[in-house]
């Protein structure tokens, strides 16, 4: 079949055929990352205000606690994936994160959704030393994974990860997480007491992430204050 050409003054010519893979392979580089004002927490997704445009970003849905309050300023690590119906933006916290997203799908039988199941259930971290330790059971405890495509997963991505890195982010990880771990541990407490007096996940963290947590707070006054923006 005949292909047209696309023609730029000064051009010998690109053929359009040719010209939309180029931009298909290109597509995921053009927005790198975002950095702006948080304005919306979902379970699995944010928005980010940047330039008074809204962007709406799918999050893995453990990230969520690890985000700051409403109105703050984040800067978080894209991925474009376009279809022929739809153009998603697929955002994470690190560098790290976003670099174990873009390995998995590279995985036969994984998209970006299932992709970011995985992070949704196993960090980044977790998640590499199960591929470095043949783990195909934790690999299976993912929404979507089975065991052919947990199988297929290390097959494909255990010469991809290197161990020294995998300790050394597990390393940082961890100091990180004792450091805003009881912070979490409030704030998780505070949106589950939430739910559990009716109010939907949504509704609850949209509450909670709305609240300016200080280290002396406890669960207690979080869910004191979010009852009141609810109410």
């Known amino acids: 079949m005949a292909c047209e ?14 010209l939309h893979i180029v931009i298909r392979n290109e597509e995921h580089k053009m927005i790198t990352y975002i950095k702006g004002q948080l ?15 809204g962007y709406r970003i799918m999050v893995p849905a453990s990230m969520v606690q690890r ?3 409403i109105g ?22 690190t560098k790290a994160d976003l670099l174990m ?24 971290n977790d998640l590499k030393f199960a591929i470095l330790a043949g783990d195909i059971k934790t690999i299976c405890s993912a929404p979507g994974i089975g065991k052919k495509t947990a199988e297929k997963t ?18 940082q990880e961890t100091e990180q997480m004792e450091e805003n771990g009881e912070l979490q541990n409030v704030r998780q407490d505070a949106t589950e007491a939430l739910v559990a007096l009716g109010y939907s996940q949504t509704e609850a963290l949209k509450a909670v992430r ?11 006054q979080l869910l004191k204050l979010s009852l009141k923006k609810l109410l």
């Open 101 to 124: 997203f873009k390995l998995l799908i590279t995985v036969n039988g994984i998209g970006p959704r299932g992709a970011l199941g995985v992070l949704s259930v196993l960090s980044a």
């Open 154 to 171: 290390v097959l494909e991505l255990k010469d991809k990860i290197k161990l020294e890195d995998a300790f050394e982010e597990k390393l």
């Open 210 to 220: 709305g609240i300016d947590v200080t280290p002396d707070m406890d669960a207690e």
């Open 39 to 53: 304005e919306e927490i979902e379970p699995e997704q944010i928005v980010i205000d940047n330039g008074g445009i």
């Open 67 to 69: 985000l700051p309050s």
């Open 72 to 93: 703050e300023t984040v800067k978080i690590h894209t991925y474009m994936h376009v279809r022929e119906d739809a153009m998603q933006l697929f955002g994470f916290l």
């Open 5 to 18: 050409t696309y023609k730029h003054e000064g051009d010998a010519g690109i053929p359009k055929c040719l």
